[in-house]
């Protein structure tokens, strides 16, 4: 992997190489609540529970969330867990293979979620479990990426085309200042982002994130997490 300026810091869509030795996974998934996964609709439904990572990186957090699941799930619903985990980058997903602990029920895809093939592939896993929609989609720190690359139209068919396959939207959006840190670490490797300036979605991007959510998209947010450690909120959309 070749970086801007030799700088590990600089990249292009959050690809960050050692990203979980700074972002600790665990405890991401320690704050997550054990309750909100299902609905009662869906409690007695004895169904594969149907999970998508977008932006799943390494596939650190993946695994974790996983058997954050199975343990919510398995034994006491007697449901079995499946995920899926994609990035664009396909070195970290090569990693996330060799470290993939539950090759039965996890698996991991290289494919950028705004190309049409890409978006292509993810309903075909869908199409192979004889679903149209997963019970739960993850974006965890993955939205501001979708924001600097496609701009503020891109970010809203990113979440209208998640939240039509999803059931249960997660969403961990990077708050502004992420995005200053971001656009300063490129400019100091000798690039940019050439979409920022435009942007119209800026400062208080989370809360216009869940605006555009509950108003545009229909959805309600259900629960949001104590903030990580990083200060991110984690909110659950039905
Ligand atoms: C900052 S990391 C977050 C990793 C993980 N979700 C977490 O929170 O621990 C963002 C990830 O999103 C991926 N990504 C960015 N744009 C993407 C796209 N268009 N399609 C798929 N993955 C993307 C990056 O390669 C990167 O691994």
Redesign the pocket.
């Known amino acids: 992997m070749e970086y801007r300026n030799n700088d590990p810091g600089a990249v292009q869509?959050?690809?960050?190489i050692n990203?979980y030795k700074f972002?600790n996974?665990g405890q991401r998934v320690k704050l997550l609540p054990p309750d909100v996964w299902l609905t009662s609709e869906d409690i007695e439904s004895k169904e594969t529970y149907l999970a998508l990572?977008?932006?799943?990186?390494a596939g650190?957090?993946t695994q974790l969330l996983y058997t954050f699941l199975n343990k919510c799930l398995g034994v006491p619903r007697n449901r079995e867990t499946k995920i899926l985990g994609?990035?664009?980058?396909a070195d970290?997903v090569k990693r996330a293979e060799v470290g993939n602990e539950y090759p039965q029920n996890v698996s991991y895809s290289n494919?950028?979620?705004?190309d049409s093939e890409?978006f292509e592939h993810v309903k075909k896993y869908l199409r192979q479990n004889n679903r149209k929609t997963f019970d739960a989609v993850c974006c965890?720190?993955?939205t501001m990426?979708?924001h600097l690359?496609h701009g503020d139209e891109g970010l809203q068919q990113f979440l209208q085309k998640l939240s039509d396959i999803s059931e249960l939207l997660v969403v961990?959006p990077q708050p502004w200042k992420c995005y200053q840190t971001a656009v300063r670490r490129m400019k100091r490797a000798g690039d940019e982002f050439p979409l920022f300036a435009d942007l119209q979605w800026r400062t208080n991007v989370e809360n216009t994130i869940q605006d555009f959510l509950e108003n545009n998209l229909g959805r309600k947010k259900i629960f949001e997490c104590l903030p990580t450690r990083w200060q991110r909120r984690i909110c659950f959309y039905r």
């Open positions: 869509y959050g690809n960050f990203y972002n996974a990572d977008v932006g799943c990186n650190n957090l994609i990035d664009i980058d970290l494919l950028d979620i705004m890409g965890f720190s993955v990426w979708i690359n961990e």
